[in-house]
């Protein structure tokens, strides 16, 4: 066994609404019926940070994201009495990013300035594409001209860190409509692109009946590599799978994920997972799924859906289902140190991916080629036990 090295930690807040449930999506998200629990959410997830500080004494925390869901469903006080709440019971490390995912219909005026004051520097607006007919095909509540009013209200504000969601292969869509979906989000400056190939996910309303005219397979990677070489033109590298941004500004929340970083996960059906240098030992833990579970019993017993070590023979796997989604990859003394095993452990499957032209050593690290790229699950395949 190699020493375990404790990682940069990461906290994740998951606000478990929206105003209506997009017929693709499999996140924990539930329609909105009502007037939203605020106060008795915040209250609850206090209550599971709380529960949760032991697991990660004296360690800063480096990001937040709330993620969700749609946390711009929640008013900037609430959002300021989470982070005022979390910032008394953990050092926040100098300039941390502090993440907010946003739905563009659920933007106001005046909104973005509260959101910022409460500490919230970067935002992630959930925008899929610019085309009408597409955003109705996917069930939004927002068209083109109020994704763009939205983005525009965050920039007045102040907030110039700023994600774009955009979703390809859309029903009805070619290359010259995907194309044009990424020139519009470029024309209103983001720092960063996220760039999703629309799957068909178990448990949603498209995969017990697809729509009519979905792209096929060579289509969609016809409209990812032009798409890739459009944003790469204007300033975007991609840097993992979907994820593309300018210089210095890549997602540092979500780089701790696909490090193999540590995160503590709060709200409803949230996950963690946190590594422990003395023992060697890294746990997951999760939360009750259902809004109504959780609001009922976070900060006790039954508040904790579940808490598992991830055993050492699963480690490569899991450490690979991360790493292998970066253009980066990743180093051996990485692999080790955020794994606590052995680089011999993985040799074999390494030399495979190499023999069969997936994975090469570049500079020190282990990098996908462009065919590894292409295969991501085959070669994450190769790691499992
Ligand atoms: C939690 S949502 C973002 C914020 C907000 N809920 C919204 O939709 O505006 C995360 C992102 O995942 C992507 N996504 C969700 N379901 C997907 C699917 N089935 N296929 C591809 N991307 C998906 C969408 O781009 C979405 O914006
Ligand atoms: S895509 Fe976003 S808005 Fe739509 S249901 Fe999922 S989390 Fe909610």
Not at 61 to 73: E, I
Not at 88 to 97: D, I, V
Not at 192 to 216: C, I, K, V, W
């Amino acid at each position: 066994m190699s020493a375990l090295v404790p990682p940069p930690l990461s906290l994740y807040i998951h606000i478990p609404w929206c105003v209506k449930k997009c017929p693709y999506c499999d996140f924990n998200s539930h329609g909105q019926s009502g007037a939203l629990p605020v106060d008795d959410y915040v209250a609850a997830l206090v209550r599971d940070l709380e529960q949760d500080l032991p697991q990660v004494w004296g360690r800063p925390v480096h990001s937040v994201f709330f993620g969700g869901g749609t946390p711009s469903l929640f008013p900037p006080e609430a959002i300021g009495a989470i982070l005022d709440a979390c910032s008394a019971r953990l050092t926040f490390h100098p300039g941390a990013e502090i993440t907010m995912e946003c739905n563009p219909g659920t933007a106001e005026h005046g909104r973005f300035e509260g959101y910022r004051a409460a500490g919230v520097n970067r935002v992630s607006f959930g925008i899929q594409s610019f085309d009408d007919v597409c955003l109705q095909r996917l069930g939004r509540i927002h068209d083109s001209a109020e994704a763009e009013r939205a983005v525009k209200l965050a920039q007045d504000a102040g907030l110039d860190n700023l994600n774009l969601d955009l979703m390809y292969a859309l029903p009805g869509q070619d290359l010259a409509m995907a194309l044009h979906d990424v020139e519009r989000a470029i024309a209103l400056q983001p720092t960063h692109l996220s760039h999703y190939q629309l799957t068909m996910e178990p448990n949603t309303q498209f995969f017990a009946r697809p729509p009519q005219g979905l792209p096929d397979e060579d289509t969609a990677w016809d409209i990812q590599e032009h798409c890739i070489e459009a944003m790469a033109a204007a300033g975007y590298a991609q840097y993992e799978v979907s994820a593309y941004a300018r210089p210095g500004r890549q997602c540092a929340h979500n780089l701790n994920y696909w490090r193999f970083g540590d995160y503590l996960g709060i709200g409803a059906g949230a996950h963690g997972k946190i590594s422990t240098g003395a023992t060697g030992e890294i746990r997951r833990r999760w939360k009750p799924k259902n809004p109504r579970d959780y609001l009922a019993t976070a900060g006790t017993a039954a508040g904790i859906g579940g808490d598992d070590p991830i055993a050492p023979e699963n480690r490569p796997f899991d450490y690979m289902l991360n790493a292998l989604r970066l253009v980066e990859g990743f180093s051996l003394a990485d692999f080790e140190a955020r794994t606590g095993l052995d680089r011999a452990v993985i040799a074999g499957e390494l030399a495979e991916a190499a023999r069969r032209g997936w994975l090469e050593a570049a500079g020190g690290r282990i990098v996908p080629t462009e065919l590894g790229r292409r295969f991501t699950n085959d070669v994450i395949g190769l790691f499992l036990k």
